[in-house]
């Protein structure tokens, strides 16, 4: 049986789909982990804040 898994030649159009399935949805898992910690890192990050003057009135 695993030989028959280990010869690629002998695979029908079945096992090329879903092994394409299953590598497809490994890397969009990947994609969207980076992306999620992307993400997380840009807002556990500290912002300067800038240095504004308040306005005097009737100055």
Do not use: C, H
Not at 33 to 39: A, C, K
Not at 42 to 52: I, Q, V, Y
């Amino acid at each position: 049986m695993l030989e028959n898994w280990l010869s690629a030649g002998s695979w029908t159009q079945e096992q090329w789909l879903i092994v394409s399935v299953m590598i497809f949805v490994v890397v969009a898992s990947l994609v969207m982990v980076l992306r999620l910690y992307s993400i997380y890192k840009m807002a556990t990050r500290k912002r300067a804040r800038p240095n504004l003057r308040s306005r005097r009135l009737g100055g």
